[in-house]
């Protein structure tokens, strides 16, 4: 059983690799970031009180997270696996998931960490560009769809985050040192801890990390 959970930095490319792993190995994606994004663009109660923090980079408060991935963890699809992008990312969020995943029989077994030197993060960050409708990423420089503005998975318009401007990814990443990269030495605890360097190709990542997770299963 894999039952994941992706970490790094802003713009480390969780989302990117998330995609190949979900497709790979059949396990629901997980993206806190995804379903808050989905949210604001329907308008619900959460998606308007989330929208501001977001768009300035700051952490959604905990206890609306929390909620949010533990509805989702109970869903009938979890049962064989899942992978969590971006959750947690505060230690009350990876306390309440410890207590949460035994109690539901679908403990955290995996800790992926893709980790990328800052100003790496900043360029990839200002190029990437993403689809709206799937959630895929692209770089204008790093990873071009095939078509210019056109994801290659669902063929949408491809736009730019609002989150993406440099103001909010430098507090985007204050946050990341100051609250989720605790959790390296929390998970370290759990013995559940790996790590992986972000730096060397999107193919060649895929290829370590899909070692790890068949060596896992
Ligand atoms: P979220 O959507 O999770 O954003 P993030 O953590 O800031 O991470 P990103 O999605 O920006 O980066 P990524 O690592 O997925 O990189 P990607 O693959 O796209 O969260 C957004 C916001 O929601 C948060 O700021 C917060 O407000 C809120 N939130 C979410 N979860 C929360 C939680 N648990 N608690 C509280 N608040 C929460 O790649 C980036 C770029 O690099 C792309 O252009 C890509 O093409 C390129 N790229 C990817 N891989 C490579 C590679 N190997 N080489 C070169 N380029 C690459
Ligand atoms: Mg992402």
């Not at 994941?4 to 802003?10: E, T």
């Not at 410890?98 to 993060?121: C, W, Y």
Request: hydrophobic share 40%; aromatic share 6%; with cysteine.
């Amino acid at each position: 059983m894999l039952n994941i959970i992706l970490m790094g930095p802003p713009g480390a490319g969780k989302g990117t690799i998330a995609k190949k792993i979900v497709d790979a190995f059949e396990l629901p994606h997980i993206s806190t970031g995804d379903m808050f994004r989905e949210a604001i663009s329907q308008g619900t109660p959460l998606g308007l009180q989330a929208k501001a923090i977001i768009e300035a980079g700051n952490l959604v408060p905990d206890e609306l997270t929390i909620e949010l991935v533990k509805e989702r963890l109970l869903k009938d699809d979890c049962a064989s696996g899942y992978l969590l992008d971006g959750f947690p990312r505060t230690i009350p969020q990876a306390e309440a998931l410890k207590a949460l995943g035994p109690s539901i029989g679908r403990p955290v077994n995996l800790v992926v960490d893709i980790t990328v030197p800052d100003e790496e993060l900043l360029s990839r960050i200002a190029g990437r560009r993403v689809c709206p409708k799937c959630g895929a990423s692209f770089h204008v420089v790093n990873m071009k769809p095939r078509l210019d503005g056109i994801c290659d998975r669902c063929g949408s318009t491809l736009i730019q985050r609002k989150d993406d401007n440099a103001d909010s990814f430098k507090v985007r990443l204050e946050n990341y040192y100051k609250s989720t990269q605790p959790l390296v030495d929390f998970y370290k605890a759990e013995g559940l801890y790996h790590h992986f360097d972000g730096m060397v190709g999107h193919i060649a990542l895929f290829e370590e990390v899909s070692k790890l997770l068949k060596e896992s299963k």
